[in-house]
T-cell receptor, first 112, second 120 residues
Framework: SQTIHQWPATLVQPVGSPLSLECTVEGTSNPNLYWYRQAAGRGLQLLFYSIGIDQISSEVPQNLSASRPQDRQFILSSKKLLLSDSGFYLC???????????FGSGTQLSVL | AQKITQTQPGMFVQEKEAVTLDCTYDTSDQSYGLFWYKQPSSGEMIFLIYQGSYDEQNATEGRYSLNFQKARKSANLVISASQLGDSAMYFCAMREGPLGTTSGTYKYIFGTGTRLKVLA
């Protein structure tokens, strides 16, 4: 069966520090990968999606970047965090030809 | 422009009653899919139900049903016999695509959610 792992679960970082959130999918190959952000009490905003290794599409201009160095690994990064980067980050995957989107357990990021 | 609209920020329902959560969408695609996800306080996103644009019958999954009205572009979620464990945030979502030249690869757009509270 397929599983998605996302870590860390919580993170507190000072403004201006770097960020690296990692997501890996097991049990499938060539998944479509997604990063979403959920601000407090708000909906999910699509940040990045990837249909293959090194193929990253950005949905909104921002302080964040994404990379996919391996087929089942998706990384969300920032060189210098801003207060506005605080939120709940969710990694998700889907299989080409399958409708459903599967989510990781999320990372609660607080930038202070 | 908002592609998924959930106009109810919060809803209350009495235990064992039915409740309808509203969702309208906007797309020019002929083929699309609509989803509902549940997010309890733990933050995990739980898939509830899916409706394809070409499906003629409304989707049902246990106590969940999706009232799909294509001409009105609405995809309301109906929860029957509400339980205390149904208290959560509910998100409506639509898949858009395909992305690039890869058929079957989509991106998913979410609404702002409805917080449901079931009262004992």
């Amino acid at each position: 069966s397929q599983t998605i792992h996302q870590w860390p679960a919580t993170l507190v970082q000072p403004v201006g520090s770097p960020l690296s959130l990692e997501c890996t999918v097991e049990g499938t190959s060539n998944p479509n990968l997604y990063w979403y952000r959920q601000a407090a009490g708000r909906g999910l905003q699509l940040l990045f999606y990837s249909i293959g290794i090194d193929q990253i599409s950005s949905e909104v201009p921002q302080n964040l970047s994404a990379s996919r160095p391996q087929d089942r690994q998706f990384i969300l990064s920032s060189k210098k965090l801003l207060l506005s980067d605080s939120g709940f980050y969710l990694c998700a995957w889907s299989r080409t030809g399958n409708e459903k989107l599967f989510f990781g357990s999320g990372t609660q990021l607080s930038v202070l | 422009a908002q592609k998924i609209t959930q106009t109810q920020p919060g809803m209350f329902v009495q235990e064992k009653e039915a409740v309808t959560l509203d969702c309208t969408y906007d797309t020019s695609d002929q083929s699309y899919g609509l989803f509902w996800y549940k997010q309890p306080s733990s933050g995990e996103m739980i898939f509830l139900i899916y409706q394809g644009s070409y499906d003629e019958q409304n989707a049902t999954e246990g106590r969940y049903s999706l009232n799909f009205q294509k001409a009105r572009k609405s995809a309301n979620l109906v929860i029957s016999a509400s339980q205390l464990g149904d208290s959560a945030m509910y998100f409506c979502a639509m898949r858009e695509g395909p992305l690039g030249t890869t058929s079957g690869t989509y991106k998913y757009i979410f609404g702002t959610g409805t917080r449901l509270k079931v009262l004992a």
